[in-house]
């Protein structure tokens, strides 16, 4: 819930307020103060009477009606301050910075859990407890510094922790960015990371909000709100890039399956960005850099020319941009030997363009208009240091006047941050964005230009729902039989191997006829058949089946022998995993023992759609054996991308299914093919 008064509150009450600019009551009121806070501050001090010199009240009680009170007291205070505020005072948003709440007791989470009761009760938002506060358009609810540049074409920045949005923004202010707003929810007692984006999206009107959004999520709570109103923002224009912390601690869990291993809550959330079309992020500064390149305009193609006055630099950015996919091309020919006659002896335009330590700011003028006009390029990049020679406000100018006039995007690398550290100001000043370090910046350039985003597609998959549910109704949680899973396989037309079960010897010989030599033995029972020796290929003889099954049925847990044709292809796999909040967790990739050896899979949330599967099969780094090398026969990928749909149709059928595993399948050109499978159920 998200108030009016939150966003632009016409009184504003600080509960705490001091002139003690070292306590959270003092720094949030002199920001107010300071920052001109256009209504009215009133101040409880039960102390003072006259705190910053504003007239102060002894308490709550005392005040007038208020729009937005910030509670910088004692915890065991907030909920009679919240009761007084919002039933006698018509308060209708609260921020609260104290801590001492559910992060840190049982008697605490009390306290904010009667809070939260009393402001829903009164229609009231909240933000925290345990926050630094709130920044928009209108005011400047913080206790912390700095306070950024705040213009309404910057960037709405939601945060889990208030700390770190301390130390972005200080990263985020040394390249020149501007915000329009700045939520930090600290606890989320009643408004979190993904209220927020939809109070976001539901105000949003395109060339008139800010177009970017920079999260920072500690935990995702409801991912069924964060993917609709990411990708609702994202389709109206515009821009997300996040960071999700802890993903080292994901996984952790022991499993029972491939799929189970291979997928933790740390891959569902990297699947859900992937699908909302958010841009993830790993530190601060990968997160500042990619919302710098997003205030730009997107380079339409991947050809970027590298304009400098230092060689060193230049070659570390196009060593990591030709790495990730960006040309830097060769640039030659009249119109390169032309822009060479107005350098300087010794530059080179073959691209980066060099135009020496020396250049100066008519010559880049001059090279930007050729890269604008005659070269074959998509985007800009300038790098431009201080090298001693005088100061270098003139070509700030330059590369701010060109990036105002230029089609093709134009991004500023000032390198000198000490030597040109006023130019660098002067440049941010003028509304100029900046990247320090061009490593960071080819990185960051490269995520944003190779992130795809997916467009819902409507076209359905076709299962049989009834036969579905039957089984999985009359089911009980765990391993479903073999006969289960292949009823489960035809209700949703994945081809399967045909398969005969086997627990008797005398039933041996007529099934082995039925199935045809060679064929494939596989225990049932034991979940890694090959580690138990539970698997034999290339049966060819009655002989040899017969030893083979007397063996085979003396392994452990063994109930009776699967038998399957012998077929030949690529061994792939895909799978799912049921993750909790998120649903179901797709899987691709390499099959048979490679996926424990290589790892090389892919993921996707279900529901997943035909370019989000072409993707998965893709980008695997084993993809060039899918296509088939040196002669040996490749999978066709639009069965295997249909095996993946009907699994996660399959799973969107039955959402009991907890872990699921197509391993392998067999894929040659012509068709892919179910060898084995498993699919275990838990039902709520």
């Known amino acids: 819930m998200v108030t009016r008064q939150l966003i632009s509150p016409r009184s504003i009450a600080v509960i705490g307020g001091s002139d003690d600019l070292h306590k959270p009551g003092g720094t949030t009121l002199n920001n107010l103060i300071s920052t001109s806070f256009k209504g009215e501050i009133y ?27 910030i509670l910088a007291i004692p915890a065991k205070l907030c909920p009679h301050a919240t009761k007084v505020l919002c039933k006698e005072k018509g308060c209708k948003a609260l921020i609260i910075l104290s801590a001492g709440f559910s992060e840190d007791s049982k008697i605490g989470a009390e306290y904010e859990r009667e809070i939260v009761e009393i402001a829903n009760e009164c229609g009231c938002s909240i933000i925290g407890p345990n926050c630094i506060g709130v920044i928009t358009p209108d005011y400047t609810g913080v206790f912390t510094k700095p306070i950024p540049h705040l213009s309404s074409d910057g960037i709405d920045f939601i945060s889990g922790s208030g700390a770190t949005i301390v130390f972005i923004l200080e990263e985020a202010m040394q390249h020149g960015l501007r915000f329009s707003s700045i939520f930090s929810v600290g606890n989320s007692a009643q408004n979190g990371v993904e209220e927020l984006l939809e109070y976001l999206d539901e105000n949003y009107i395109h060339g008139k909000s800010a177009p970017i959004k920079m999260l920072y999520i500690e ?62 992020c790993y530190s601060r500064l990968e997160l500042v850099s990619v919302a710098a390149i ?18 060193g630099p230049s070659v570390m950015l196009t060593d990591v941009l030709t790495t990730n996919g960006i040309d830097v091309p060769h640039i030659s020919g009249e119109r390169a030997d032309e822009l060479l006659t107005k350098l300087y002896p010794g530059s080179s335009v073959g691209n980066p363009i060099d135009f020496l330590s020396t250049g100066t700011a008519t010559q880049l003028k001059d090279i930007i208009d050729y890269c604008e006009n005659y070269f074959d390029v998509d985007s800009m990049c300038v790098i431009f240091g201080k090298p001693g020679l005088g100061d270098i406000y003139e070509v700030m100018d330059t590369i701010l006047e060109a990036q105002k006039g230029c089609k093709k995007p134009l991004f500023a690398l000032l390198t000198s941050i000490v030597n040109s550290k006023d130019e660098i100001e002067y440049f941010h000043n003028k509304g100029g964005i900046s990247f320090p370090e061009e490593v960071d910046f080819g990185s960051a350039y490269a995520k944003v230009f190779n992130t795809k985003f997916h467009t819902p597609e409507n076209e359905s998959i076709s299962v049989n729902h009834k036969a579905i549910r039957e089984i999985i109704d009359s089911s009980s949680n765990g391993y479903l039989s073999p006969e289960k899973i292949q009823a489960l396989l035809d209700a949703v037309s994945i081809p399967r191997a045909k398969e005969v079960i086997v627990s008797k010897e005398e039933d041996l010989q007529d099934a082995a006829i039925s199935v045809g030599f060679p064929l494939v033995m596989k225990v049932i029972g034991p979940v890694h058949k090959s580690d138990v020796g539970g698997v034999v290929l290339n049966v060819t003889n009655i002989e ?34 049921r993750e909790d909040k998120f649903g179901h967790l797709i899987m691709a990739g390499l099959g048979g023992i490679f996926i424990e050896v290589l790892k090389d899979i892919n993921y996707a949330l ?54 699921m595993d197509i391993n392998p399948l067999l894929g040659n050109s012509k068709v892919v093919i179910a060898v084995d499978a498993r699919i275990r159920i838990e039902k709520d």
């Open 606 to 659: 279900s529901p997943v759609s035909k370019s989000e599967a072409e993707e998965m099969i893709r980008t695997l780094k084993s993809y060039k054996l899918i296509q088939g090398v040196r002669g040996k026969e490749g999978v066709n990928e639009e069965s295997y991308i249909d095996v993946i749909r009907r699994v996660s149709a399959l799973c969107e059928a039955a959402p009991e299914i907890y872990e």
């Open 43 to 69: 101040v409880v001090n039960p102390k003072s009477d006259n705190v910053q010199n504003l007239k102060t009240f002894k308490s709550v009680e005392e005040l007038p009606d208020v729009d937005l009170a």
């Open 544 to 577: 040899l089946l017969t030893n083979e099954f007397r063996r085979m049925m003396q392994i452990k847990d063994t109930t009776s022998i699967l038998l399957q044709p012998m077929l030949s292809g690529q061994e792939i796999f895909v799978g799912a995993k």
């Open 219 to 280: 935990s995702v709570s409801n991912p069924e709100k964060l993917y609709k109103h990411a990708s609702s923002l994202i389709k109206k224009g515009a821009k997300i890039c996040a960071i999700k912390s802890g993903y080292s601690q994901a996984g952790s869990r022991a499993a029972s399956s491939h799929t189970g291993a291979m997928s933790s809550p740390d891959k569902a959330v990297d699947a859900l960005m992937k699908k909302a079309g958010i841009i993830r």
């Open 294 to 311: 997003l205030s730009h305009a997107i380079s339409k193609g991947n050809k970027m020319a590298i304009i400098t006055h230092a060689g």
